[in-house]
């Protein structure tokens, strides 16, 4: 069954190489440019894995991964934050929130891949 | 749509310089520690962080450059490579152009970087005696590159916290990761927090694993896998490495690690079947009733109870018998736990000399007491050395002798009475009688005019000082080894005994107490004195009549017992005692000797009397008094007097001596 991530993430840029990414690699991907924009996007749909950036306008992805895991549909789906390797105290507070693990950034295609091979069931 | 790549390239740029302080700083201590596994792999990771960015952003040259610096350090990190000065230096130039190369979006390429490319590619292709890797602009499998570093087990425990599922994490999925960077060898899980049905909840996890694994991957592939859940689980990886002891190098890895494991543990703590345990504290109890008993029986004593206090006294003797066995019993361990780790003591002698031998061991379950155990260790080690040393004979003499190849040293363990037997036997050229007594006549340790027998011939290998070697090997041959092992072995209350056939091999035998503590001893009198002669080591006591007696020039006396000449030693005089005549003391009159042995010497020691005999517990008596010569230690008597235990080994050696006035026994005077 083809699966489907969820990328969500103001700059268009990255979105964009994330998505393009991900649909080679036979994802079918919905894109969001903020939390608030992903949560309406994926109301009622059936999602497998979620990337998001943390800082984005609107709603940041710490509350976003928050909503994330109060809906029962997606309470144990896979949730990967994009971040910098700088932001040590990030990951934590996206630990925190209930991501599942983080991508580093940069990363090459190949890297995404592999780290959503990771925590994807 | 193109891809504007622009805010991430700066980001890259500037992480790109936080990336080669790291290298670099890393590349500088790499000199004082060119090894150093943590600091490759963290200068790695940068490279390889770098790579990757560069990867993504097209920097082809960064790339390429980044390529073949991970190349090298990875054969590195692996042990393929070692950091000389020279590979640091160029590492170091590498790091330089990089900076050039990160300086700026727009940076030029640098002249001469081809040239160290081409150097770190040459230096990699050389450890590996391979053609270099070709360098790809993709940085695709770069991260993976061939690995041969020798697999490695680890144990591997993930307890993860009760709020893992609420991440998104998934044990499974670890463990899953886990296998694919490591063949799993066996899994453990542990459910002892696992809530009973009716209070369990689903989005909790209450389960840890244990998992081991064996891989060639670095540890670090290992942690990789744990990422995501460091803060969120206990995760402890622990390599399954054999300790630097050497221990036999058996076909499983973590079998033979538990050894010198269990012997160290040993050093303060045993392990006892607790069904042991209960029959002592059975006995005990019977001891305490026993002894009541007795009381009440002293307390009002008349001669009508003088035989149930007697039936008393013997049920607490048997019991304290019993209790003295049990608890012995606690204290043995089997002798293979020493001798395992000969194996590898003649694995790597065999290397040094270049020898083909084999080490067979028999009876490793004969269980003898720790503290003979302990004692045991150097002594086998010095003999198993001189047996692989000089014993075996190199592969090519052994041919020509018409021997098998690979020499055999035969080390086994026997129960043997109340002593336990350990004989270290070779099927090497034996020991040389002949060269032997030129060397104990030129190290001044017999006389050449000398008359002495093959067994006392054999006995002079135990002399300080003595090698029949010209040159000292490093594995044995300083001559300092023999007479350590007999002072062990005589410490130990044991014999030791060399029997060789000149070509055929040499076999040395080592008679050992089964415990230490406690001995049977034959308390008898000399002159005013009480002493104690071991049990074990007594053949009989005879009458002899001073016409009996035979003096032998320069030998001083012996006895003639059934056609049999046995060296004869007169205590009194040995100690310097005062002569206490005997009531009605006639010349004729027969007197008392009793006749020990030691290995195959033996000796007739005369004696006023025989008291009895009785279960003694030994004192040490150079800890609470000085050494004397000629004695094993002390014991209190039933009288609560002190006697002095006699070590007949040393008192057989010493009529053995060709010259015996230089090993007189000092008189003593012993206080009680």
Same mark, same amino acid.
């Given at each position: 069954m083809v699966k489907t991530a969820l990328i969500v993430d103001d700059s268009t840029t990255m979105r964009q190489m994330v998505a393009f990414t991900l649909r080679e690699a036979g994802f079918e991907v919905v894109e969001a440019e903020h939390g608030q924009d992903a949560l309406d996007k994926i109301a009622g749909r059936r999602i497998n894995v979620v990337i998001t950036d943390l800082? &984005?306008?609107? &709603?940041d992805g710490f509350t976003f991964i928050k909503n994330v895991r109060a809906m029962a549909a997606l309470k144990f789906v896979p949730i990967l934050m994009l971040t910098t390797e700088s932001q040590l105290s990030k990951k934590e507070q996206g630990k925190a929130a209930g991501a599942t693990g983080w991508i580093v950034k940069p990363f090459d295609p190949e890297k995404l891949l592999q780290t959503i091979a990771k925590v994807l069931p | 749509m193109k891809i504007d790549v622009s805010h991430f390239l700066d980001t890259f740029l500037q992480e790109s310089a936080e990336h080669l302080s790291t290298i670099e700083s890393g590349l500088l201590k790499l000199n004082t520690a060119p090894g150093d596994s943590e600091l490759l792999n963290g200068i790695f990771r940068a490279a390889h962080s770098i790579k990757g960015g560069a990867g993504a952003f097209g920097l082809t040259h960064v790339v390429k450059l980044t390529h073949a610096l991970e190349s090298l350090l990875d054969l590195m990190r692996n042990g393929e490579a070692k950091a000389t000065p020279e590979s640091t230096a160029l590492m170091l130039q590498a790091a330089d152009f990089l900076k050039v190369l990160t300086a700026s979006r727009d940076a030029e390429c640098p002249a001469g970087m081809d040239e160290t490319i081409a150097a770190l590619e040459a230096l990699a292709a050389h450890t590996t005696q391979s053609p270099a890797k070709a360098v790809s602009g993709a940085p695709a499998n770069s991260s993976a590159p061939p690995k041969k570093a020798p697999e490695a087990d680890y144990r591997v425990i993930f307890a993860p916290e009760? $709020?893992?599922? =609420?991440?998104?994490?998934n044990p499974l999925l670890l463990l899953r990761n886990l296998a694919q960077v490591a063949t799993v060898l066996s899994t453990k899980l542990e =459910?002892?927090?696992?809530?009973a049905l009716d209070r369990l909840d689903t989005s909790c996890c209450h389960l840890a694993w244990e998992v081991t694994v064996r891989t060639a991957n670095p540890v670090s592939d290992l942690r990789e896998v744990f990422e995501f859940v460091e803060d969120q689980a206990r995760v402890e990886i622990t390599p399954l490495v054999e300790l630097p002891v050497a221990v036999s190098a058996g076909p499983v890895r973590v079998e033979t690690a538990a050894v010198p494991d269990k012997a160290a543990r040993g050093e303060s703590s045993i392990r006892v079947a607790t069904e042991k345990i209960d029959k002592v504290i059975d006995l005990v109890g019977e001891m305490v009733i026993a002894q009541a008993m007795t009381s009440e029986l002293v307390e009002k004593f008349s001669a009508d109870n003088h035989d149930r206090l007697k039936e008393c006294v013997s049920t607490l003797e048997r019991c304290i018998r019993e209790l003295h066995e049990r608890t012995m019993s606690v204290r043995m361990l089997p002798v293979g736990t020493i001798f395992s780790r000969f194996q590898r003591l003649v694995h790597d002698l065999a290397q040094k000399t270049g020898k083909k031998i084999a080490l067979v061991t028999a009876g490793e379950d004969t269980e003898v007491d720790r503290g003979v155990l302990e004692m045991l260790g150097d002594p086998l080690t010095h003999l198993i050395r001189n047996s692989a040393d000089h014993g075996v004979e190199t592969p090519a003499e052994r041919v020509a002798l018409g021997k098998c190849e690979t020499g055999t040293i035969a080390l086994s363990a026997s129960n043997l009475g109340g002593n336990i037997l350990v004989e270290i036997e070779d $099927?090497?050229?034996?020991? $040389?009688l002949e060269r032997i007594r030129e060397k104990a006549i030129a190290k001044g340790l017999i006389s050449a005019s000398s008359e002495i027998s093959d067994d006392q011939i054999r006995l002079l290998i135990f002399e300080p000082g003595f090698s029949t070697r010209n040159e000292v090997s490093d594995i044995s041959g300083r001559g300092v080894g023999m007479d350590v092992v007999r002072r062990n072995v005589a410490a130990l209350n044991g014999s030791i005994n060399v029997f060789s056939q000149q070509g055929q091999g040499t076999t040395v035998r080592i008679l050992l107490p089964l415990t230490l503590a406690i001995m049977d001893g034959l308390i008898v009198r000399v002159s005013t004195h009480r002493f104690v002669l071991p049990l074990t080591s007594i053949i009989e006591t005879i009458a002899i009549r001073e016409d009996q007696v035979i003096n032998i020039a320069g030998k001083g006396e012996a006895v003639r017992v059934r056609d049999e000449a046995i060296p004869f030693l007169r205590l009194q005089q040995m100690f310097h005692l005062e002569k206490v005549s005997r009531e009605g003391d006639e010349e004729d009159l027969p007197q008392l000797a009793v006749v020990v042995e030691r290995g195959s010497l033996k000796a007739a020691l005369l004696v006023d009397e025989l008291l009895g005999q009785q279960q003694l517990v030994v004192k040490n008596l150079e800890k609470n008094f000085r050494r004397i010569e000629g004695t094993l230690g002390a014991t209190i008597l039933g009288d609560g007097s002190a006697g002095l235990i006699l070590d007949v080994g040393t008192l057989i050696e010493s009529l053995s001596k060709a010259d015996r006035t230089s090993k007189e026994i000092r008189p003593i005077s012993l206080v009680a």
């Amino acid at each position: 069954m083809v699966k489907t991530a969820l990328i969500v993430d103001d700059s268009t840029t990255m979105r964009q190489m994330v998505a393009f990414t991900l649909r080679e690699a036979g994802f079918e991907v919905v894109e969001a440019e903020h939390g608030q924009d992903a949560l309406d996007k994926i109301a009622g749909r059936r999602i497998n894995v979620v990337i998001t950036d943390l800082n &984005m306008p609107v &709603m940041d992805g710490f509350t976003f991964i928050k909503n994330v895991r109060a809906m029962a549909a997606l309470k144990f789906v896979p949730i990967l934050m994009l971040t910098t390797e700088s932001q040590l105290s990030k990951k934590e507070q996206g630990k925190a929130a209930g991501a599942t693990g983080w991508i580093v950034k940069p990363f090459d295609p190949e890297k995404l891949l592999q780290t959503i091979a990771k925590v994807l069931p | 749509m193109k891809i504007d790549v622009s805010h991430f390239l700066d980001t890259f740029l500037q992480e790109s310089a936080e990336h080669l302080s790291t290298i670099e700083s890393g590349l500088l201590k790499l000199n004082t520690a060119p090894g150093d596994s943590e600091l490759l792999n963290g200068i790695f990771r940068a490279a390889h962080s770098i790579k990757g960015g560069a990867g993504a952003f097209g920097l082809t040259h960064v790339v390429k450059l980044t390529h073949a610096l991970e190349s090298l350090l990875d054969l590195m990190r692996n042990g393929e490579a070692k950091a000389t000065p020279e590979s640091t230096a160029l590492m170091l130039q590498a790091a330089d152009f990089l900076k050039v190369l990160t300086a700026s979006r727009d940076a030029e390429c640098p002249a001469g970087m081809d040239e160290t490319i081409a150097a770190l590619e040459a230096l990699a292709a050389h450890t590996t005696q391979s053609p270099a890797k070709a360098v790809s602009g993709a940085p695709a499998n770069s991260s993976a590159p061939p690995k041969k570093a020798p697999e490695a087990d680890y144990r591997v425990i993930f307890a993860p916290e009760q $709020d893992l599922f =609420a991440s998104g994490c998934n044990p499974l999925l670890l463990l899953r990761n886990l296998a694919q960077v490591a063949t799993v060898l066996s899994t453990k899980l542990e =459910a002892k927090n696992l809530p009973a049905l009716d209070r369990l909840d689903t989005s909790c996890c209450h389960l840890a694993w244990e998992v081991t694994v064996r891989t060639a991957n670095p540890v670090s592939d290992l942690r990789e896998v744990f990422e995501f859940v460091e803060d969120q689980a206990r995760v402890e990886i622990t390599p399954l490495v054999e300790l630097p002891v050497a221990v036999s190098a058996g076909p499983v890895r973590v079998e033979t690690a538990a050894v010198p494991d269990k012997a160290a543990r040993g050093e303060s703590s045993i392990r006892v079947a607790t069904e042991k345990i209960d029959k002592v504290i059975d006995l005990v109890g019977e001891m305490v009733i026993a002894q009541a008993m007795t009381s009440e029986l002293v307390e009002k004593f008349s001669a009508d109870n003088h035989d149930r206090l007697k039936e008393c006294v013997s049920t607490l003797e048997r019991c304290i018998r019993e209790l003295h066995e049990r608890t012995m019993s606690v204290r043995m361990l089997p002798v293979g736990t020493i001798f395992s780790r000969f194996q590898r003591l003649v694995h790597d002698l065999a290397q040094k000399t270049g020898k083909k031998i084999a080490l067979v061991t028999a009876g490793e379950d004969t269980e003898v007491d720790r503290g003979v155990l302990e004692m045991l260790g150097d002594p086998l080690t010095h003999l198993i050395r001189n047996s692989a040393d000089h014993g075996v004979e190199t592969p090519a003499e052994r041919v020509a002798l018409g021997k098998c190849e690979t020499g055999t040293i035969a080390l086994s363990a026997s129960n043997l009475g109340g002593n336990i037997l350990v004989e270290i036997e070779d $099927d090497g050229g034996g020991l $040389d009688l002949e060269r032997i007594r030129e060397k104990a006549i030129a190290k001044g340790l017999i006389s050449a005019s000398s008359e002495i027998s093959d067994d006392q011939i054999r006995l002079l290998i135990f002399e300080p000082g003595f090698s029949t070697r010209n040159e000292v090997s490093d594995i044995s041959g300083r001559g300092v080894g023999m007479d350590v092992v007999r002072r062990n072995v005589a410490a130990l209350n044991g014999s030791i005994n060399v029997f060789s056939q000149q070509g055929q091999g040499t076999t040395v035998r080592i008679l050992l107490p089964l415990t230490l503590a406690i001995m049977d001893g034959l308390i008898v009198r000399v002159s005013t004195h009480r002493f104690v002669l071991p049990l074990t080591s007594i053949i009989e006591t005879i009458a002899i009549r001073e016409d009996q007696v035979i003096n032998i020039a320069g030998k001083g006396e012996a006895v003639r017992v059934r056609d049999e000449a046995i060296p004869f030693l007169r205590l009194q005089q040995m100690f310097h005692l005062e002569k206490v005549s005997r009531e009605g003391d006639e010349e004729d009159l027969p007197q008392l000797a009793v006749v020990v042995e030691r290995g195959s010497l033996k000796a007739a020691l005369l004696v006023d009397e025989l008291l009895g005999q009785q279960q003694l517990v030994v004192k040490n008596l150079e800890k609470n008094f000085r050494r004397i010569e000629g004695t094993l230690g002390a014991t209190i008597l039933g009288d609560g007097s002190a006697g002095l235990i006699l070590d007949v080994g040393t008192l057989i050696e010493s009529l053995s001596k060709a010259d015996r006035t230089s090993k007189e026994i000092r008189p003593i005077s012993l206080v009680a």
